[in-house]
């Protein structure tokens, strides 16, 4: 697994860099220190994965997330940081990135990277707890306006709280493959990339 390590501190780099090509199957392909050396890397390497810190000089790892995800939707962005600021994590959250991580979990690095290659998203359980409550609003969202159903609506329920395929599928007496007919037609109603964004724009539109 090819991966870019964006970080201004060169000792984390470096130990993040040590780390992971000793107990994973992971490959540095290249470092650097700042959003723009992060879009110059990912334009040149197209990683894997991109894991970034995101308070750092020049460009921080939100605008260059933003940028690269512009230009390549598909990018699998790990944020790593020692911030679990509201703002930044609603940010986060709606922009796409695959994971949000606090430094402080860092055994849980490695297994974040796995689950991210695999298509997941991944966010610390400290951030996840307190999803419903930094992006509810008091505002009751106008599903109908974007057409959204009312099966469809309690799909997206369930999913905001944190059901499975297989769980939904069983509440509401559908097989799977149906439930995953209607999440793809929710992305597709919504604009949104994953089931992780179905999440948040429930909450936050709530």
Do not use: C, W
Request: proline share 2%; aromatic share 8%.
């Amino acid at each position: 697994m090819n991966l870019i390590i964006i970080d201004d501190d060169n000792l984390v780099t470096g130990a993040l860099k040590t780390i992971l090509e000793m107990n994973g199957d992971f490959t540095v392909v290249a470092t650097g220190s700042d959003g723009q050396d992060a879009i110059a890397l990912y334009r040149l390497h197209q990683p894997d994965i991109l894991l970034m810190d995101i308070r750092m000089k020049q460009m921080d790892g939100l605008q260059a997330s933003e940028q690269i995800l512009s230009e390549y939707p598909q990018a699998r962005i790990l944020l790593l940081t020692t911030f679990s600021d509201d703002e930044y994590i609603i940010k986060a959250l709606l922009m796409g990135v695959k994971g949000y991580l606090l430094k402080q979990d860092y055994n849980s690095i490695i297994p974040a990277l796995e689950a991210v290659s695999s298509g997941q998203s991944v966010f610390g359980n400290d951030i996840v707890s307190r999803i419903p409550d930094f992006l509810q609003k008091q505002t009751k969202f106008d599903y109908q306006s974007l057409e959204i159903n009312e099966r469809e609506l309690d799909i997206i329920r369930l999913i905001a709280e944190g059901y499975s395929n297989k769980e939904i599928a069983a509440r509401l007496f559908l097989s799977e493959g149906t439930v995953r007919n209607y999440l793809s037609s929710i992305l597709n109603k919504l604009n949104l990339r994953d089931r992780t964004q179905v999440a948040v724009f429930y909450y936050q539109h709530r």
